[in-house]
């Protein structure tokens, strides 16, 4: 049986799921605390710390919201959590 994933893998799954592979399919980081059910805060944070690894790419929205999608290197990450 496979282990649970670490939150943060959590995160990086869910934008692969909702198919948050390129700016037009950003997610807004509220969307991805709702369906994760945890603290804003918290998204941003693994998000923003993803960013500088490379993994994701951010920007905000016409309406002063962030908004998340993967990279080349972070749709890779999230397949290797599946090998």
Known sequence: ?????????KILQTLH?????????????????QVLQIDLND???ILDNYGIEGF?????DNEEKKRYYLT??????VCALFT
């Open 56 to 60: 994701v790419e951010s920007f905000t």
């Open 1 to 9: 049986m496979r282990e649970e994933l670490p939150l943060s893998e």
């Open 17 to 33: 799921n909702l198919c948050a592979t390129a700016p037009n399919l950003a997610r807004r980081s509220e969307e991805l605390a």
């Open 43 to 45: 998204v941003e944070k």
């Open 72 to 77: 080349g290197s972070g749709i890779i990450k």
